[in-house]
């Protein structure tokens, strides 16, 4: 504790016992408050009085050089005194004249509050310090709010705890660095329209609700491991250095069809809220979102993620086809290409169509020893089959699997003769029928060709 309490023991009630093993120590500084809201009007006003004159004893005792970080550890803050308002700088103490704003603070010094609780709203919307101000593992009652302008001063907000309540830095510069780690229950971060000149981090934080329309991050900007709880649009918001998007968590929409980003983006582990899950189709805003990430991945020649991304942008246009209806010819081909390979991204569902496509073509065209009944019973499991498989959200591919071949059994087609079916090249007759068979497994074919390669290697 580096508070000394030499001055302020003695108007304080009881002697302060706080220390680095003691926590629970009973002073006025340190104690809970919560019962205090049962007191009497005079006997608030007499305690909050007390409570904001022993601190600012204490403070002038121990922060006397200048250039020495002044810790406040363990205070639970009380009501501000209505006598003076905080939202005003003024000069409490005239023969010391450090301090221009009534608690404690003097603009050209280094502030650590840690493990402090403020009970009521901490405006600091006309405190314009100099040096670095740093919240370490406190919580909030209540709102909270910055400067205007920030001059050289860097934020660092750790571990904090904002019980569901609003930060509001909007319409601000900040010209040196802007750190949030480890937040929890930030209802809204509004950043709207403010600038930040140094860099700025949000990492491991929780955010509900956030605001970064129009903000410029003039610096390296890290969103690693920051969970966004809700709908994410960086509108006009520009970053003119490296951004990481690393481990980031999007439970809403992801939207940066309108963001500018003049430098590298890392979007490696980008996932949505289920455990380990990647970004779904419904935590991309739009199409320009994926081919932005998509891009990024291409940039650091992390092709695997590009093409996972470069399904979702196909996804995305197959949405946006489906909304006009104008393009039907092209919504057909979008939906076909999703269908028989989930945009080239999944080789094992174009084989399973082609085994299946060409087991129920051999069965009709007679080239195996096949009787008629079983044929009709093929097409109700089928039809059952395929009710099943759209039923099912996961394994379905190894459930067809398992089911082509539990058919093929009861059929015995010849695999002899569906490898000759399969063949493009086969000198049998062509009827139209076959033609159109042999075009649809020319397509699967390539389309069979196209996802392994998706898979493995660069196009
Ligand atoms: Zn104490």
């Not at 920030?150 to 019980?163: A, G």
Request: glycine share 4%; with cysteine.
């Amino acid at each position: 504790m580096d508070i000394g309490y030499e001055r302020g023991v003695s108007i304080m009630e009881e002697k302060c016992t706080y220390d680095d093993k003691n926590k629970e120590c009973n002073c006025i500084l340190h104690c809970e408050k919560d019962s205090w809201n049962s007191l009497e009007k005079d006997e608030l006003n007499k305690k909050i009085e007390l409570f904001w004159k022993t601190l600012r004893d204490t403070l002038y005792s121990s922060c006397q050089n200048i250039n020495e970080i002044c810790v406040v550890e363990g205070i639970i803050f009380s009501k501000w005194e209505e006598a003076l308002n905080f939202n005003y700088p003024i000069d409490i103490n005239e023969e010391n004249g450090n301090f221009t704003c009534k608690i404690l603070f003097a603009s050209e010094r280094t502030y650590y509050f840690k493990n402090c609780a403020f009970l009521e709203k901490l405006d600091l919307k006309e405190l314009d310090l100099e040096k670095d101000l740093t919240f370490d593992n406190c919580t909030f009652n209540q709102e909270i709010t910055f400067y205007k302008s920030c001059n050289s001063s860097l934020i660092f907000i750790n571990d904090c705890d904002f019980y569901s309540n609003n930060i509001d830095l909007s319409n601000r510069i900040f010209k040196s660095n802007l750190y949030f780690k480890n937040c929890k229950n930030i209802k809204k971060l509004d950043l709207y329209n403010s600038t930040i000149q140094g860099s700025a981090s949000f990492r491991g934080s929780n955010l509900n609700e956030v605001n970064f329309e129009k903000t410029e991050f003039n610096n390296v900007a890290v969103f690693n491991d920051t969970i966004f709880q809700n709908n994410v649009d960086f509108k006009y918001t520009s970053f003119d250095d490296r951004v990481y998007f690393q481990d980031v968590t999007i439970q809403g929409e992801l939207n940066l069809s309108s963001t500018i980003f003049k430098d590298e983006v890392n979007f490696l582990g980008i996932k949505n809220n289920e455990v380990g899950k990647k970004l779904g189709v419904k935590n991309i805003a739009n199409r320009e979102t994926a081919r932005i990430i998509k891009h990024s991945f291409e940039k650091l020649d992390n092709i695997i993620e590009a093409n996972k991304f470069y399904a979702l942008e196909m996804q995305k246009r197959e949405e946006e086809l489906s909304k006009t209806k104008e393009n039907w010819l092209d919504w057909i081909v979008f939906k076909f290409h999703k269908i028989s390979s989930n945009h080239s991204q999944d080789w094992l569902l174009t084989l399973l169509w082609m085994l299946n496509i060409t087991m129920l073509f051999g069965t009709f065209s007679n080239i195996s020893p096949c009787q008629k009944d079983i044929g009709l019973f093929i097409v109700v499991s089928l039809m059952i089959i395929v009710g099943l498989y759209t039923l099912l959200k996961t394994h379905r591919k190894k459930f067809l699997f398992a089911v082509f071949i539990f058919i093929y059994c009861l059929s015995s087609i010849n695999l002899d003769d569906m490898a000759r079916l399969i063949s493009l090249t086969g000198k049998e007759s062509l009827t139209f029928i076959t033609l159109i068979y042999k075009s649809i497994i020319a397509y699967l074919i390539y389309q069979f060709i196209i996802s392994i390669r998706q898979n493995t290697r660069r196009k």
